[in-house]
C-alpha cells in the first residue's frame, strides 16, 4: 500500500529555512509525480510545488524564488527546501501523491515568526 511520510517541520524566525522531507512507499517512485501542499488554519489547502518524474518543477507564485523542490530517487524521498520564509508559509505541510486518487501524509507542521 502508499504510505508517504513527512518530516522536517518547526518553528522558525522569519527570514530562516527549513527542508521537509517526504519518504514514500509502496510505489515505483521514481515514475511518480509528486507534490507538495500547505494548509493555513482557516484556509483551503493549496498547491505548493510539483516534481515530475523527469525532475522538471512548478511552483505556486507565493513560493518561487524561494522554495525548491526536489527528489532523490535512490532514497524514494522527496524534499522541500524553504527558505526566506515569511509568517504567512506558516501551514500545515503535506506530501501527495496522484495514482487514481490522491494519497496524502500526515502532514508536518510549519510555523514562522515575525
Known amino acids: 500500500q502508499v504510505q508517504l511520510v513527512e518530516s522536517g517541520g518547526g518553528l522558525v524566525q522569519a527570514g530562516g529555512s527549513l527542508r521537509l522531507s517526504c519518504a514514500a512507499s509502496?510505489?515505483?517512485?521514481?515514475?511518480?509525480?509528486m507534490n507538495w501542499y500547505r494548509q493555513a488554519p482557516g484556509r483551503q489547502r493549496e498547491l505548493v510545488a510539483t516534481?515530475?518524474?523527469?525532475?522538471?518543477?512548478n511552483y505556486a507564485d507565493s513560493v518561487k524564488d524561494r522554495f525548491t523542490i526536489s527528489r532523490d530517487n535512490s532514497k524514494n524521498t522527496m524534499y522541500l527546501q524553504m527558505n526566506s520564509l515569511k509568517p504567512e508559509d506558516t501551514a500545515v505541510y503535506y506530501c501527495?501523491?496522484?495514482?487514481?486518487?490522491?494519497?496524502w501524509g500526515q502532514g508536518t507542521q510549519v510555523a514562522v515568526s515575525s
Open positions: 509502496g510505489i515505483i517512485f521514481s515514475i511518480a509525480a
Open positions: 516534481i515530475t518524474s523527469g525532475g522538471r518543477t
Open positions: 501527495n501523491l496522484k495514482l487514481g486518487r490522491d494519497f
